[in-house]
């Protein structure tokens, strides 16, 4: 079979026109490295391709051309019959009380001939939140200084985040994503390159507030977090080691001193977590083992099996695999906590969270993924103004065939572990969700290609997940965005992300409120886009000039477009043109949420993250010039409130 009809087959497209106005077309090497990295992809006979039905809604599927009558249908969910039946036409009307879920479709014609089919049984929509509108404090959470944490903001740090919304009248606080990293590669700190998306950071534990803990377990803990709350930036590497020696001190302390209590709600989260949690824990003790990517391991634990993981866990090892265990435990519990927290305050949201696009090739989602996430591939983006050569940002991805295989089951555990204490979550790159730009190992960023997914399914799984976690779903839509996309993700009940500094037209006027749309969360900036007070002050021209890096305009550009924000706030009455009046003009979008950035807030000039730097920028590892206890004292209260009055939970009081 020759490569355009594999391509084909797998959804490749390897022809395409880029946001240059350029026809792409994919090197036949790099496009044979595409193809051979895919699974292989079923073509579907009796109908078109994954059946999604949505509930309240009359279902029916038209089966494909290839399709014969009379067929037989039988749905299947854990390991049960839910219904069955038979079709003489050319479609089939389904029984209106499915269930919600991830099911097997088999269908069979008069001949024998059989074919199984994913099927998911969603909502109609996602879930819509109960509230008109509101906004939201948006913080990176490492950022934050307080004269207890460790160096490295932390979950306790994040309840007083949420008792100082709470204050300012937001309706929740938005975080970086706090998916976990590698343990051994500190510095490695990027929050959108996880290990896993599935589990939580351990660096962001409150180490002190473990009911096992005592300071005399690790007698410099306090002196040396003392040396690691000094200076501008989170020192990763130092502060990793002192929590990590303090959380083994607190694990040991919990195998003797814990309570039936603490011991059995161990025991229940252990449960409800299983079996990820268990294949987890012995892909972690099998890392620092081996100390090499999972590919080059011993060919017996190459590929997750969860008899061996259960032999690991009740063999030497039984103790290394509890604790990392009891560290997920730890953390789940205190970002609970926080959940919690702002549940009793009677915050409409609570916590916003961060979805990042991808995992890291050697971390253990890839090693539990292998069919469904194509550890040879990256997710990037072809070549366009800002990026002239193309990205990869060296993440791996979900693939087609993968999650059809699994009947989606992969992408929902991924939705679900992000939404367990989430009110409102984002994910990065949402157009990734009908396309994926990938790029494989080994090749520049301008020969990848783009691959379908399969969108509706995605969605549907999307609706089913944010309903039964009552989370409302934003995707990042940002870019060159495919016609009629927003418009399908809007009708499956997922907001849009607008960002002010984009909203602007051909000649570069901001779009006025009425422009924005209702289900969707708006903002002035994002965590790769310069602050408000870099941005007036033409800072972040300066910095990235400096760093060899094109900004994309020049001086005169910057007075053009601080002429035209003066121009937009003077249409809506607003004379001045500082943060709180730009404040005002969003707060006055009919966008359901406004996310405010605390680095805005306080003033602050450089951004937290330079896209296109590594190691040049001090990316993912400054800190807030002020500590948590007195960033009430440094905003001013009285505008901000007046600026948000019309979406504030306080009233504006």
């Known amino acids: 079979m020759d490569l355009l009809t594999q391509a084909q087959i797998k959804g490749v497209q390897s022809e395409f026109v880029d946001a240059l106005g350029k026809l792409r077309v994919t090197d036949p090497v790099a496009l044979k490295s595409i193809l051979e990295a895919l699974p292989e992809k079923r073509v579907y006979r009796f109908v078109e391709g994954p059946v999604v039905l949505r509930a309240l809604r009359h279902s029916r599927t038209e089966l494909a051309a290839t399709g014969r009558v009379p067929l037989k249908w039988t749905i299947t969910g854990n390991a049960k019959v839910i219904a069955q039946g038979e079709t003489r036409e050319p479609v089939i009307a389904w029984p209106s009380d499915l269930p919600l879920?991830?099911?097997?479709?088999?269908?069979?014609?008069?001949?024998?001939?059989?074919?199984?089919?994913?099927?998911?049984?969603?909502?109609?929509?996602?879930?819509?939140?109960?509230f008109d509108r509101g906004w939201l404090l948006a913080v990176q959470l490492y950022s934050i200084r307080s004269d207890r944490n460790w160096g490295i903001g932390d979950f306790t740090d994040l309840a007083g985040l949420v008792r100082l919304a709470k204050q300012l009248g937001a309706d929740g606080v938005g975080l970086n994503p706090l998916h976990i990293l590698f343990d051994d590669h500190p510095a490695d700190c990027s929050p959108y390159s996880p290990n896993s998306r599935l589990f939580l950071n351990p660096l962001y534990i409150d180490v002190e507030a473990i009911p096992e803990f005592a300071a005399d377990l690790v007698p410099d803990a306090a002196a040396t977090a003392a040396r690691l709350r000094e200076g501008d930036r989170v020192p990763y590497a130092d502060m990793a080691a002192l929590k990590w020696r303090a959380l083994r001190a607190a694990f040991e302390a919990f195998l003797t001193k814990a309570s039936g209590v603490r011991r059995n709600q161990f025991d229940a989260f252990r449960a409800d977590r299983a079996p990820l949690l268990s294949r987890f824990a012995c892909f972690e003790v099998l890392r620092h083992r081996f100390v090499s990517p999972w590919w080059e391991w011993p060919v017996e634990w190459q590929q997750p099996d969860d008899a061996r993981c259960a032999e690991l866990r009740n063999g030497p090892d039984k103790r290394e695999v509890e604790f990392v265990e009891f560290v997920q435990w730890t953390a789940d519990s205190q970002l609970h906590a926080a959940k919690e927290l702002a549940s009793q305050l009677g915050m409409r949201v609570g916590l916003y969270l961060d979805v990042a696009v991808g995992v890291q090739s050697n971390g253990f989602d890839a090693w539990n993924e292998q069919v469904a996430i194509s550890r040879h591939l990256a997710v990037g983006a072809p070549p366009d103004v800002l990026n002239t050569a193309g990205q990869d940002w060296g993440l791996a991805g979900f693939n087609a065939g993968g999650l059809e295989a699994q009947s989606f089951v992969p992408f929902?555990?991924?939705?679900?572990?992000?939404?367990?204490?989430?009110?409102?979550?984002?994910?990065?790159?949402?157009?990734?969700?009908?396309?994926?730009?990938?790029?494989?190992?080994?090749?520049?960023?301008?020969?990848?290609?783009?691959?379908?997914?399969?969108?509706?399914?995605?969605?549907?799984?999307?609706?089913?997940?944010?309903?039964?976690?009552?989370?409302?779903?934003?995707?990042?839509?940002?870019?060159?965005?495919?016609?009629?996309?927003?418009?399908?993700?809007?009708?499956?009940?997922?907001?849009?992300?607008?960002?002010?500094?984009?909203?602007?037209?051909?000649?570069?006027?901001?779009?006025?409120?009425?422009?924005?749309?209702?289900?969707?969360?708006?903002?002035?900036?994002?965590?790769?886009?310069?602050?408000?007070?870099?941005?007036?002050?033409?800072?972040?021209?300066?910095?990235?000039?400096?760093?060899?890096?094109?900004?994309?305009?020049?001086?005169?550009?910057?007075?053009?477009?601080?002429?035209?924000?003066?121009?937009?706030?003077?249409?809506?009455?607003?004379?001045?043109?500082?943060?709180?009046?730009?404040?005002?003009?969003?707060?006055?979008?009919?966008?359901?949420?406004?996310?405010?950035?605390?680095?805005?807030?306080?003033?602050?000039?450089?951004?937290?993250?330079?896209?296109?730097?590594?190691?040049?920028?001090?990316?993912?590892?400054?800190r807030l010039p002020v500590a948590l206890d007195k960033i009430a004292s440094k905003v001013d209260l009285t505008a901000l409130r007046a600026a948000t009055r019309e979406r504030s939970l306080n009233g504006g009081s």
């Not at 879920?101 to 109960?130: F, S």
């Not at 016609?483 to 500094?501: A, C, H, K, N, P």
């Not at 994309?552 to 035209?564: I, T, V």
């Open 101 to 130: 879920g991830y099911h097997r479709l088999t269908l069979t014609d008069a001949e024998g001939a059989t074919e199984e089919v994913p099927m998911i049984v969603a909502p109609e929509r996602a879930y819509g939140g109960d």
């Open 412 to 622: 929902a555990d991924m939705l679900a572990a992000s939404m367990r204490h989430a009110g409102a979550i984002r994910i990065d790159h949402v157009l990734g969700l009908k396309r994926l730009y990938l790029v494989p190992r080994g090749f520049k960023p301008d020969n990848g290609a783009y691959v379908q997914m399969p969108f509706e399914a995605l969605l549907g799984a999307i609706a089913r997940e944010s309903v039964a976690h009552k989370c409302i779903v934003i995707g990042e839509d940002l870019g060159t965005v495919p016609e009629g996309f927003r418009e399908t993700m809007q009708d499956f009940g997922i907001w849009s992300y607008l960002v002010m500094m984009f909203e602007r037209d051909d000649a570069g006027h901001f779009r006025t409120s009425d422009f924005y749309r209702p289900n969707a969360l708006v903002t002035l900036n994002t965590h790769d886009l310069c602050t408000y007070a870099g941005w007036r002050s033409f800072s972040d021209l300066r910095v990235k000039r400096s760093l060899g890096l094109d900004p994309g305009e020049n001086e005169q550009d910057r007075w053009d477009a601080l002429g035209m924000l003066d121009e937009i706030l003077r249409q809506n009455g607003i004379t001045a043109n500082d943060l709180y009046s730009v404040l005002a003009f969003l707060s006055r979008t009919p966008s359901r949420l406004l996310a405010v950035s605390m680095e805005d807030l306080l003033g602050v000039l450089d951004q937290p993250n330079i896209p296109g730097t590594i190691d040049e920028h001090p990316n993912w590892r400054q």
